[in-house]
C-alpha cells in the first residue's frame, strides 16, 4: 500500500464547514491513502458525515482545501468528481430498473459508451455484488440486503477514485449486516478502490477498517489502524469508543520509564502506560480492558462482589462491584474458568490485573 | 349522525341522479318519464350549436391546461428553493388563487381585460404598419384561455409542489454523484418523479376549464362554450337534451378526474 512518497488519494487540508454559527467540522486535516479502507466513526452529529461530504462535493468546505489525486476540487461539482457514493438509504432510482440504475454512471458519459459495453459492464457489476441476472428487476421488488448490493454496483461500475459509504449497513439486521461486512472488505481487496465508511457502530469500524479516524464535535480526536487505537487510545473518549473498557480515577503520583502509577480511591494502586501529558500530580484515569482483569479466589487483588454474569459462549462477563472503584466488566476466557470455576451472582472473590496492564489516560 | 350524511349525500346526488335518468326518456318533457330512448344522444351530438359549443370548450380546456401545466410545473420547481418570508407569501397568494369566488375572478378578469384592450387596441391601430385596419384585441377564446390558464395554474402548483417536497433529495444527489449534469438529473430523475402530479395536474385543469361557467361567462364575448350553452338553453326550458349533454359531460369528467387520481395514488405507491 501506501509507502509515503506517492500523493495520497485524498487530503483534506483545514476543512472547516459551517453553516451560521454552528461548526459541523472544524480544521480537519486527514490524508487518505490509495487503496485504502478508513473509516470515519463518532456519534451522531460529530461531523463525519460533513467530511463525506466535502469529498462527495455536496459541501463546499467554508474554509481549507479538499484534494483529489493532489489536485484541489474545492470548487468542482459532485457530477464532475471521480467519486462515488452508497447513500445511507440507497436512493435507488425507483422508476428504473435494476440495471438501468446500474448503468446510470456510464451514460452520463460523453462521449456515451456503446450500449453492449454498457450492458456486459452491467452484467459484470451485478456478478460481482452476487445478484447475476437480477438486471430486469424493479427496485420495490428487492429486500433491503439486495437493494445494497445494488447500490453498491451502481457505485462501483464507475471504477470511482474514492468509494463513499454512508453508514451503508444501519438499515440491515445484525446477521445480514456481518456478511455485508464481510462481502465489502473482500471487495475492496479485490477491486482496490479506496473505500471511506462513515459509522456510528465502533465493531463495524474495527473489523473492516486500514484505519480509522475518530471523530468528536466536528474534530478529529485520533487516527489510527483498529490495534493503535485499541492499544493506545490518545484519551478516555477513545478508549472507551474502542471496544469496552473499565475507568477507574485516581492521580498520578509517578511517571518514568514509561510507566505511571496512579492513586485511585481506597488506596488502591495501578501501574501502567502514560499516554501523553500525563504528569506526576494531575488527577488522571486508568483505562483497564475486561479482558486485562481477572477474577480469583486467591488473596492477591482487590475484593469484589459478583454482581452479575452475562454468558457469552468462549467468554463470561461478569460485572462486579469494589467497595472503593464501583462496578466494573471483568471477561474471563473459557480456559480461566477451567482453574476457577464460576464465579455465582453474590459470590465475593478478587480481582486482579498485572502491572503495566493499564493505560493511564488524560480525563478527556 | 349517519341519517345526516345519508341525507346529505341524498340531497347532492339525486338531482344529478335524476338528470341522467331523463336523459334516456323517450318523452319530451323532462319532468315525466315516457320510457327508455337515447334518441337525446342522438339529437345532441348531431346539433351544431352544441358540437361548436363542444369543440370551443374543449380547445379552451385542452390549450389552458397545457399553458398552466408547463407554468404550474415550472413554478413550482422554483418555489422549492424560495424560503422564509417569500415563501410564504408565494404559498398564500397560491392558495387565495384557488380560493377566490369564480364571480370575483371573472368579474375582475373582465374589467382588467376591457381595461387593457381600451388601452392597446387605439395604440395598435395607430401603430399598425400593414395597409387595412389593424387587428382589435377582443374579448374570445383568447381570453377564455388566459384566465383559464392563470387559475388552473394555480392548481397545477399546489399539485405538483406536494409531490416535489414529497421527494426524496438523496436521489438528486445520487444522480449527481453518478456524473450526471443538473439538466441530465432533471430529465432523467426530477421529471419521471414528478410525472404523475404533472398529468394529474394537467387532467384536472382540463376538467376545471371544461366545467367551468362563472369565469367563462363573464369573459367569452362572443364564444359560446358547453357550460354557457347549457346555461343559455335552460332559459328556453329543460329539455331532455340538455340532460343528455349534462349527462355526457359529467361521464367525461368522472372519467378524467378518476383517472387523475389513479394516477397520483400510483405515483405514491410507487416511491415505498
Same mark, same amino acid.
Given at each position: 500500500m501506501a509507502d509515503g512518497t506517492e500523493t495520497p488519494i485524498a487530503e483534506l487540508r483545514a476543512a472547516t464547514k459551517r453553516y451560521g454559527a454552528v461548526v459541523a467540522a472544524r480544521s480537519l486535516d486527514l490524508s487518505i491513502r490509495r487503496g485504502e479502507f478508513l473509516s470515519f466513526l463518532g456519534p451522531s452529529g460529530c461531523g463525519k458525515t460533513t467530511a463525506l461530504r466535502m469529498l462527495a462535493g455536496f459541501e463546499v468546505p467554508t474554509e481549507g482545501e479538499i484534494l483529489l489525486d493532489g489536485q484541489r476540487v474545492n470548487d468542482l461539482p459532485p457530477h464532475r468528481r471521480p467519486v462515488n457514493m452508497v447513500f445511507?438509504?440507497?436512493?435507488?432510482? #425507483?422508476?428504473?430498473s435494476v440495471a438501468d440504475n446500474i448503468a446510470y454512471g456510464l451514460r452520463q458519459r460523453r462521449p456515451r459508451p456503446p450500449a453492449a459495453e454498457v450492458d456486459s459492464a452491467v452484467a459484470k457489476a451485478l456478478e460481482t455484488v452476487r445478484l447475476p441476472g437480477f438486471g430486469p428487476r424493479r427496485i420495490w421488488e428487492m429486500s433491503g440486503g439486495q437493494q445494497q448490493r445494488v447500490a453498491l454496483a451502481r457505485a462501483i461500475i464507475n471504477e470511482p477514485k474514492l468509494l463513499l459509504l454512508d453508514? #451503508?449497513?444501519?438499515?440491515?439486521d445484525k446477521k445480514l449486516r456481518h456478511d455485508m461486512q464481510i462481502e465489502l472488505q473482500t471487495l475492496q481487496r479485490t477491486l482496490g478502490i479506496t473505500f471511506i465508511l462513515v459509522t456510528h457502530d465502533q465493531e463495524e469500524a474495527l473489523s473492516m477498517s486500514d484505519r480509522i479516524c475518530i471523530m468528536r464535535d466536528g474534530q478529529i480526536v485520533q487516527v489510527g489502524s483498529p490495534r493503535d487505537l485499541y492499544d493506545r487510545p490518545k484519551n478516555r473518549y477513545v478508549a472507551d469508543f474502542v471496544g469496552k473498557s473499565n475507568f477507574f480515577e485516581g492521580t498520578v503520583r509517578a511517571v518514568e520509564g514509561g510507566s505511571a502509577r496512579l492513586d485511585c480511591a481506597g488506596g488502591i494502586r495501578v501501574v501502567g502506560r502514560p499516554s501523553e501529558g500525563v504528569a506526576t500530580g494531575q488527577a488522571a484515569i486508568a483505562s483497564l480492558r475486561p479482558e486485562q482483569i481477572s477474577l480469583t479466589r486467591g488473596e492477591d487483588g482487590i475484593p469484589v462482589t459478583v454482581v452479575n454474569r452475562i454468558f457469552l459462549g468462549e467468554h463470561t462477563e461478569y460485572l462486579v462491584r469494589n467497595p472503593d472503584l464501583g462496578q466494573f466488566l471483568v471477561l474471563s476466557s473459557r480456559q480461566a474458568e477451567a482453574g476457577e470455576g464460576n464465579f455465582e451472582p453474590g459470590e465475593t472473590g478478587r480481582a486482579r490485573w498485572r502491572d503495566g496492564a493499564a493505560l493511564i489516560l488524560k480525563n478527556d | 349522525m349517519r341519517t345526516y350524511a345519508i341525507a346529505v349525500y341524498l340531497f347532492l346526488y339525486i338531482p344529478i341522479g335524476v338528470i341522467a335518468i331523463f336523459s334516456f326518456n323517450a318523452g319530451r318533457h323532462a319532468a315525466q318519464f315516457q320510457g327508455f330512448s337515447t334518441q337525446w344522444y342522438g339529437k345532441a351530438l348531431s346539433n351544431p350549436f352544441v358540437m361548436e359549443a363542444l369543440q370551443t370548450s374543449a380547445t379552451v380546456a385542452t390549450v389552458s391546461a397545457a399553458l398552466a401545466t408547463v407554468a404550474g410545473t415550472l413554478a413550482a420547481l422554483a418555489l422549492q428553493g424560495v424560503t422564509g418570508r417569500p415563501r410564504i407569501i408565494f404559498d398564500a397568494l397560491i392558495y387565495v388563487a384557488v380560493m377566490v369566488p369564480g364571480i370575483v375572478i371573472g368579474i375582475s378578469t373582465l374589467i382588467a381585460l376591457v381595461t387593457l384592450f381600451d388601452f392597446l387596441n387605439p395604440v395598435l391601430s395607430a401603430l399598425w404598419p400593414l395597409a387595412g385596419a389593424a387587428p382589435k384585441l377582443n374579448l374570445g377564446t383568447g381570453t377564455l384561455i388566459a384566465a383559464h390558464g392563470l387559475f388552473a395554474m394555480a392548481l397545477v402548483v399546489i399539485i405538483v409542489r406536494a409531490r416535489v417536497s414529497g421527494m426524496d433529495r438523496s436521489l438528486i444527489e445520487a444522480s449527481a454523484d453518478l456524473g450526471a449534469t443538473p439538466w441530465g438529473t432533471f430529465r432523467q430523475v426530477t421529471l419521471p418523479q414528478i410525472a404523475p402530479a404533472i398529468l394529474a395536474g394537467f387532467l384536472l385543469s382540463f376538467t376545471f376549464s371544461f366545467d367551468d361557467f362563472i369565469i367563462a361567462f363573464f369573459v367569452a364575448g362572443s364564444e359560446t362554450t358547453l357550460p354557457i350553452y347549457v346555461f343559455s338553453s335552460i332559459r328556453r326550458g329543460v329539455t331532455p337534451e340538455i340532460n343528455a349533454i349534462g349527462t355526457m359531460v359529467l361521464a367525461a369528467s368522472l372519467v378524467v378526474l378518476i383517472a387523475a387520481q389513479a394516477i397520483l395514488q400510483r405515483g405514491r405507491r410507487r416511491e415505498t
Open positions: 445511507q438509504h440507497y436512493a435507488l432510482f #425507483p422508476h428504473l453508514e #451503508p449497513m444501519a438499515a440491515l | -
